[in-house]
């Protein structure tokens, strides 16, 4: 069996700070309040829950004398005066490519224009994006969302368009999606806001699956960029989405000649390591020792 696994597996910068920033303020005796889970990792949650780190949905649960960190995803405008209205001691996490999300859509608003985001409605990013818009804001997950609203929202094209992105978005569907957009629209401003780290991570999850028998995507299953390299391999191979190496599906595994391993930008590199070694370990077991990463060093070297 030969296992490759890929090298943009894993944390990304966004996450892998507001962990950090996380771990920086333990470190020093507060009181750690997240709004929402920090991170969608349910392993790492509990560690930090070991810790002392209290999750809360809104500023009001938060106790007066804890320091409340901002996630990565971001929060609405509202949120952070609610924040500011209690005088709580805050530290923002928020990712700097959602933050620049941020700026662009509050910008846009106040400029009277019709804001277009396309991602997960449900999802705290785009929920946090939508709170800093003006009511002129329209959230699509696909293509055939988009279609629908623009037949309900009027269209002049005199009316200026924004539009931006979730950064975990699929990029094959941003892709779909803007041919809609500059059919329809001859003046709407794109911002291209997917992070790269996800484009990356998806091109190079789509190619493995190419070349694989089977595919392991490592992650929460809460998390959207998780999903999003699940649904990009399994359109070429067997995927299976799993949280930690217990999970691994050895019997499914078994006739497989190449597997491929790709991870979320919530798993830690502590997760992937026990991953690769089971997988290894399975090998070593059948007498076969054919691991390879496309990467030059073993694991170890490549953290």
Excluded at 219 to 224: I, L, R, V
Aim: charged share 25%; proline share 3%.
């Amino acid at each position: 069996m030969k296992i490759i696994a890929a090298r943009s597996a894993g944390y990304c910068f966004g996450v892998n700070r507001a962990i950090e920033m996380v771990d920086a303020l333990l470190r020093k005796g507060k009181k750690v309040c997240t709004l929402g889970p920090i991170i969608h990792n349910p392993q790492t949650l509990a560690q930090f829950a070991e810790r002392g780190v209290k999750i809360v949905d809104s500023p009001d649960e938060a106790p007066a004398d804890a320091t409340i960190v901002i996630r990565s995803h971001g929060v609405s405008k509202a949120v952070c005066d609610a924040i500011f209205e209690r005088k709580l001691e805050c530290v923002d996490a928020t990712c700097p490519f959602v933050a620049k999300i941020h700026k662009i859509v509050s910008k846009a608003s106040a400029e009277g224009k019709t804001v277009l985001i396309a991602g997960d409605c449900s999802h705290p990013e785009v929920q946090g994006i939508r709170g800093h818009c003006s009511e002129n804001c329209f959230v699509f997950k696909n293509a055939e969302e988009l279609r629908s609203i623009l037949q309900n929202i009027p269209n002049d094209n005199k009316t200026p368009t924004c539009v931006v992105a979730q950064t975990t978005f699929s990029v094959s569907e941003w892709e779909n999606c803007l041919e809609i957009i500059k059919r329809v629209y001859t003046n709407a401003t794109i911002f291209d806001t997917i992070c790269n780290a996800t484009a990356v991570r998806q091109s190079e999850a789509e190619s493995l699956s190419r070349c694989c028998d089977a595919m392991i995507v490592i992650g929460g299953k809460q998390s959207s960029n998780t999903a999003k390299l699940r649904d990009v391999c399994r359109k070429n191979c067997s995927t299976y989405l799993i949280e930690t190496a217990d999970e691994l599906p050895l019997s499914a595994l078994k006739g497989a000649e190449c597997i491929g391993i790709t991870a979320g930008a919530s798993t830690p590199a502590s997760i992937i390591k026990e991953v690769l070694d089971t997988m290894s370990e399975i090998n070593e077991a059948a007498g076969q020792n054919l691991m390879e990463n496309n990467a030059e060093g073993n694991f170890e070297e490549m953290l």
